[in-house]
């Protein structure tokens, strides 16, 4: 028996990645700004589907509606409502996404170690611990140290193409 | 953790948050445009909203902890884009472009 909320589910993450892809490879402007409205709306469902209702509402009316309104009278006044957009050479983008898996892989080492289970199956101690009343903060204190070690990265792997590729193709 | 794939579980987000993270990421590093940068950040903390929801949903106790935190996020984030386009605005008016590595090389 199919179960509702799982055909619900895939069919807002399909959307979710493919706008999500869409706001960072769109060809134009105003295509990246559609996708990037269709993300804020469909993360809103998925966050529906979370039992969190309210902040899906929020995040909407902040984001959806007031952020996108913003952006849209921004790119007019600016008149790049149209501005191609060239992608990032394929060499910049395999090199990227080689140093995401990477960084991505140790990021995994680093939590299976920390929290003493096997690889592939760390995500047991929230099994264990949603038994108990649990300080929501304990194990969200890794997840917040793998999102700054990864910022820092990303300010890293900028500046290294920054530095190395300055006489490059130009984008927009 | 042994959900099947029609039985949604804490898994299934986490690998969501988890590719839109990266896709953010992706954005961020090999983006020239700001304004594209500043949306694929913002791609990024709803992989984290996401994260937080999850744990807060499939723990005890703890959604509401998590949707107060998501809610700072969203409000932070989106103060730090409303600056940030600020910003823009002037540094278009400025170079007529928006092109980071273009301003860095102005600079130097």
Known sequence: ?172 | MTEGFFDVGLLHYLILALVLFIVGMLGVIVSRNMLRIVMSLLVVSIAVVINFLAFGSFCNSTLKYANIMCILITVMTVLQITGAFALFLKVYHANEYLDVEKIKDKEN
């Open chain 1, 1 to 172: 028996m199919v179960n509702a909320e799982a055909v619900y589910f895939y069919i807002y993450a399909l959307i979710l990645i493919v706008s999500a892809v869409g706001v960072v490879f769109s060809p134009r402007m105003f295509l990246s700004f559609c996708a990037f409205f269709c993300t804020l709306l469909f993360s809103s469902c998925i966050y529906g589907l979370l039992n969190a209702g309210f902040m899906a509402l929020f995040q909407f009316i902040l984001c959806g509606l007031f952020l996108c309104i913003m952006l849209m009278l921004i790119l007019k006044k600016i008149t790049i409502w149209t501005l191609p957009l060239k992608v990032a050479s394929v060499r910049k983008i395999v090199l990227s996404s080689v140093a995401l898996v990477i960084f991505g892989i140790f990021s995994y080492l680093y939590v299976s170690f920390e929290f003493g289970g096997v690889i592939g199956e760390f995500f047991d101690f929230i099994k264990e611990k949603s038994v108990d009343i649990v300080d929501f903060s304990d194990f969200m204190f890794s997840i917040h140290l793998v999102i700054i070690i990864t910022l820092v990265m990303c300010v890293m792997l900028r500046n290294i193409y920054l530095t190395k590729n300055n006489t490059e193709e130009t984008d927009d």
